[in-house]
């Protein structure tokens, strides 16, 4: 398990396994040869995160709500098609006119500077998708509503 994700540790490395006492010991075989350990002041950091987590979560959990549904709600406005999610930090959305993924992201990007991710990298279920983060602060989603009601499809 990552504590990228629930605890905003992404980038840090940090982690933990549990499972089958052989399976374990054979990670941690494996694990001790490809590096030297994680910076003790980020294990800290993660230890107190998870003997934090009823305080640390749930504020977490509404600043993505708040966010989900600024994003959600001025896409909804202009004519995107989604499912709104209930728990992650990214929007699903149908690409415009049944328009390629790879091509309404690079249209995207050259059209309104926003950059989402095509759903076919996620493999051939994600076409026809794309997938938006909910990973910036208000004010730039808000802009970047701003831009979509700007492209010219």
Known sequence: HSHSKTFCMTGWRLGFAV???ELISALVKVKSNIDS???NAIQDAGTYALQNIENLVPSRREIFKKRRDIL????????????????????????????????????LLQEAGIVVTPGIGFGP????????ALTVGEERLKEAIKRFSSLKL
């Open 37 to 39: 350990g994680v910076f």
């Open 125 to 132: 279920s994600g076409e026809g998708y794309f997938r938006i």
């Open 72 to 107: 959600a709600d001025g896409l909804k406005k202009l004519g995107y098609e989604f499912k709104l999610p209930s728990a992650t930090f990214y929007l699903w959305v149908k690409t415009p006119n049944g328009m390629p993924s790879q091509e309404f992201c690079k249209k």
């Open 19 to 21: 499972g089958n006492r």
